[in-house]
């Protein structure tokens, strides 16, 4: 499984150097970067992930908040043309703001039996 990357910054990091007209961005410079960059798996689990900063990956389930406060299971959707939405299977009031990945499901464990 791929590792989902914190995009934007890994953008500041490249344009942080870039703006170094002493430093000459290669392939070496940015593998290492895409290997660093933090992941969504490094945050701690309950945690809010806003969109502005990485979105979840298509098709997968995640909780989603809102900026009116709604909060809802859902998942992005990407067309033919590139375009993208959230599905939900209720109605949502205001913009996505906000996701994090679902909690693994709940599993009930074998009782033992110790009394004997």
């Avoid at 290492?32 to 960059?37: D, H, K, L, M, Q």
Wanted: charged share 30%.
């Amino acid at each position: 499984m791929g590792r989902m990357i914190d995009a934007n910054r890994l953008l500041l990091k490249f344009k942080e150097k870039s703006n170094n007209p002493n430093y000459r961005m290669n392939m070496h410079n940015i593998w290492s970067y895409i290997n660093t960059a933090p992941t969504v798996e490094e945050r701690k689990q309950g945690e809010w992930i806003p969109v502005n900063e990485i979105l979840p990956k298509e098709e997968t389930d995640v909780l989603i908040c809102t900026d009116c406060g709604d909060i809802d299971v859902s998942r992005r959707l990407t067309y033919s043309d590139g375009t993208w939405e959230w599905f939900t299977s209720t109605w949502i009031y205001g913009e996505v703001i906000a996701w994090m990945p679902l909690p693994e499901p709940y599993i009930e464990s074998e009782k033992t039996d110790d009394s004997n």
